[in-house]
């Protein structure tokens, strides 16, 4: 069974300051989407990276992929208060030409002004 | 906004009745989705549809019955439901195609209240 794993389930951070999420994953996968969800509101899709080595940057956000480690950063750059919601990785394997899509754990974000 | 349409947004049903929720969605996807998320929780995959064919069930019980009438309409349908499967019932799309698969697009759920 698919496991995937964010580290941390919650981040408190000070406006201006840089974090880092983890995301590590249990099979072998060449996509991984990020999302964040606002609370009470729907998943909205921040990153889809393709293949190992892949590289996403918008705004303060940078989503990385190591496939051979298993694990994806999403680096959070200056901190706004904007920024604050709950982050998802999201794994997809694929099967028969369709995926999927198995979400991380979350990791909620707090940034305090 | 969301090109997702979900309805009824809001959902309360006592465990004898019978409801649907529906989906809808424009964009030409063939891949449909069905996942229930619980407070503070991720979302879990429930039912994935292909080509309008049902292909993954993950292990749903049965007063959870899904349908896919055509390309653009997804319906889950809910009878004899428990206080537990209260949550919020997310429906997203995506394009198929192997490689170029796109990120799934979700709709703004329907919440549930099974009193």
């Known amino acids: 069974e698919l496991k995937v794993e964010q580290n941390p389930l919650f981040l408190s951070m000070q406006e201006g300051k840089n974090y880092t999420i983890y995301c590590n994953y249990s099979?072998?996968?060449?996509?991984l989407y990020w999302y964040r969800q606002d609370p009470g509101k729907s998943l909205e899709s921040l990153f889809v990276?393709?293949?190992?080595?892949a590289v996403k940057q918008e705004g303060r956000l940078m989503a990385s992929l190591d496939t051979k480690a298993r694990l994806s950063t999403l680096h959070i750059t200056a901190a706004v208060h904007d920024l604050s919601a709950t982050y998802f990785c999201?794994?997809?394997?694929?099967?028969?030409?369709?995926?999927?899509?198995?979400f991380g754990t979350g990791t909620k974000l707090q940034v305090i002004p | 906004d969301t090109e997702v349409t979900q309805t009824p947004k809001h959902l309360v049903m006592g465990m004898t009745n019978k409801k649907s929720l529906k989906c809808e969605q424009h964009?030409?996807?063939?891949?449909m989705y069905w996942y229930k998320q619980k407070a503070k929780k991720p979302p879990e995959l429930m039912f994935v549809?292909?080509?309008?064919?049902?292909?993954i069930n993950e292990s749903v019980p049965s007063r959870f019955s899904p349908e896919c009438p055509n390309s653009s309409l997804l319906n889950l349908h809910l009878h004899a439901l428990q206080p537990e499967d209260s949550a919020l019932y997310l429906c997203a799309s995506s394009q198929l195609g192997g490689r170029y698969n796109s990120p799934l697009h979700f709709g703004n759920g329907t919440r549930l209240t099974v009193t």
């Open positions: 990276l393709l293949s190992n080595g």
């Open positions: 964009m030409g996807h063939r891949a």
């Open positions: 549809y292909s080509y309008e064919k049902l292909s």
């Open positions: 999201a794994v997809v394997t694929n099967s028969g030409g369709y995926q999927k899509v198995t």
């Open positions: 099979t072998t996968s060449d996509r």
